[in-house]
């Protein structure tokens, strides 16, 4: 009778052993996941429509350009169910020539005009608009590249019907130049654009997060922060179907033959300059690379113009026929 009682007592204790267990698991699991959710939605839905004072100058060029400089507003319909908006700016001498420029997070499609008179200069006309979940355009949240190629490849479909037999070149800057870098993937069976510039991008989402949270905590242990940022893409699966692990400029030019020219700034404590470094080391096809001293993220083209514009020159005039 003793020894049916310890065993049933045993059973019992072993039973709630296990489904506190699975309590504490499922408990653990649930503030992941919140944590998760938390953080995916500030990186990647709350804050890709920031406001910022310094566009407002831009913002009146546009506007003027719209009214007396031939500029025109452009928008199409993603396949994904939103539209995207634009503003094509033609080369006052006509040209068939394009340069499509893709902004980066938290931006807009103004980001690209102080890039549009280097250009025009050389007589490309420019595309500058706005990506998914930014400015005008529609969307519920950034995919730091992952979607964002496929509206770009949209974008180049309406420059085809344009221009049937144009020269398309893209010009993208921090997420905007990972969003280029992974529609140079796409673009390898068609070659129908000619040239990247990728300015500031980086190689890996997941490197680069776990890199900038390790910092911003000072953590010896990234372990959590790995984690942590599985747990976020879970949540951007679910609600986006895509995970972070997808957007990976550094697996996509590995076969990328289309020539790319990557630039970055030395001091850059957002994306490290040691990322182009990568993208460039692993670029199959031809490929130069110009790193600016001194210079934080994105900020090449003011703090540098002439070294800039002379760089650009010098790739475009390097490209292989």
Known sequence: ???????????????????????????????????????????????????????????????????????????????FGYILKGTFLPNPVPSDKTVIFVHGIAANQLMGLPYSEMYLDKGYNILIYDSRAHGESGGSCTTWGYYEKYDLDQWVDWLEKKYPNGVIGVHGVSMGAATALMHASLNEPSKRVKFYIADSAYSDLEDLLTQQITALVKSRYPLWVLTLIKYCSVVAYIQSRFSYADVSPLRAVSHVTTPVLYLHGESDTLVPAGMSVQLYAATKGYREIHIFPNVKHGMAILDRRYEYQETVTHFLNSIPE
């Open 1 to 79: 009778m003793d020894a049916a009682l310890k065993a049933h007592k045993r059973k019992i204790y072993v039973h709630t052993a296990k489904g506190v267990f699975l309590l504490i698991i499922l408990i653990i699991n649930f503030i992941c996941f919140f944590i998760g959710a938390v953080f995916h939605n500030e990186f990647c839905v709350l804050n890709t429509r920031t406001s910022f004072v310094r566009y407002n100058r831009l913002q009146a060029r546009l506007e003027q350009g719209l009214r007396t400089g031939g500029w025109q507003t452009v928008s199409l319909y993603s396949r």
